[in-house]
């Protein structure tokens, strides 16, 4: 004899509030009946869950959270449904309401810059805290751009008085001089990463004029050398490919009333043989200082389409005796 099955509901308010949550052509709904082993049905407004207990209770606390984000005006994208499913099956769903409400601020259209995943929220948290911070981990996480995001914010408070933003040219050896044009236009491809986050989040007008007047500043690595940097949001984009020379000139940049992030991906270190990546060399020295923060990304932190965590676990499980790992 099999036990009976378990039987939840959920039902919406009205039917706009049934669309906004369950998404285009009920996504959420499948991504649901992917996920667990328990079957889910519609009548109307209504949701019902039928099979195990755990299976039963955990997708109705799915549609239950999400029908609270939505309610706060949120909108919820695939990459959100498959992360609260997720963060259901870990039993953690507790943190998806504070990691959702956490703004850091406004882009220059209006649009709220908002975490996405618990593992981007403690990344902010030790930002606020802390004046270096190192966040590391795969692409996609958001590293790159949610400290942009907090260094225009801090610009625009007046917590600081500019942004400067950096990255190793040409695999960290910073040759240039083989590339074909001006110093800017030598440099421009190997930035053009931190305009784009710079562009999505202050605007291509202001960024302009931001940078004729000083108050934001983007050059290569090597630029960085013999400056203090007082009054500053400084980030190092790419660190897996400075050097440990490198990082130490970088890190002793720090002035006055500045903050530094340092961003990198241990898996992507494009440095000549012999040499070793100074974020490597940096979390090995650096970790046990109070006043540096050392925040490790993961997979499940990936906000782009769902393969590329997939493409990421899969590779991590090729490479796990890389020397060059950070755990």
């Known amino acids: 004899m099999t036990d009976n099955p378990a039987v939840r509901k959920w039902v919406f308010a009205t039917n706009e509030e049934a669309v906004r949550v369950l998404g285009p052509n009920d996504m959420l709904l499948a991504l649901l009946d992917q996920a667990f082993t328990a079957k889910v049905t519609t009548r109307g407004t209504e949701v019902v869950f039928t099979g195990g ?11 239950s959270t999400m029908t609270k984000l939505v309610k706060h005006g949120i909108q919820l994208d ?21 990691v959702y409400t956490t703004e850091i601020g406004m882009t220059y259209k209006g649009k709220a810059v908002r975490v ?47 942004i400067v933003l950096t990255r190793p040219a040409v695999e960290a050896g910073e040759k240039l001089g083989f590339l074909p044009g001006d110093l800017q ?26 940078l004729e007047r000083g108050n934001i500043e983007i050059a290569p690595l090597a630029y960085m050398r013999g400056r203090t940097l007082d009054d500053s949001f400084v ?27 340092i961003t990198g991906d241990v898996t992507q270190i ?28 993961s997979s499940s932190d990936v906000v782009r389409h769902h393969l590329v965590q997939k493409i990421i676990d899969a590779y991590v499980k090729a490479d796990e005796r890389a020397p060059s790992a950070i755990g």
């Not at 030598?186 to 960024?207: F, N, T, W």
Request: net charge negative.
């Open 53 to 63: 207990e755990q299976d039963t209770e955990q997708m109705q606390a799915v549609v």
């Open 235 to 261: 980030i190092l984009d790419e660190a897996q490919n400075a050097t440990a020379e490198q990082m130490k000139m970088f890190l002793t940049r720090l002035g006055f009333h500045s903050k530094m992030v």
């Open 270 to 297: 494009d440095l000549p043989g012999g040499k070793i990546s100074g974020l490597v060399h940096a979390h090995q020295v650096l970790r046990d200082i109070p006043g540096i923060a050392f925040h490790l990304f």
């Open 185 to 210: 236009e030598k440099v421009d491809p190997y930035l053009r990463p931190l305009y784009d986050a710079l562009y999505e989040i202050y605007g291509l007008e202001q960024v302009a004029r931001a």
């Open 116 to 162: 996405k995943t618990l593992g981007q929220r403690h990344y902010i948290d030790a930002i606020k805290r802390d004046d270096i911070v190192f966040g590391i981990g795969p692409a996609g996480t958001g590293k790159t751009f949610l400290a942009v995001a907090m260094a225009v914010m801090a610009l625009k408070r007046g917590d600081v008085k500019r």
């Open 78 to 98: 695939i990459s959100d449904y498959r992360y609260i499913i997720e963060m259901a099956k870990q039993e953690d769903l507790a943190s998806v309401m504070d």
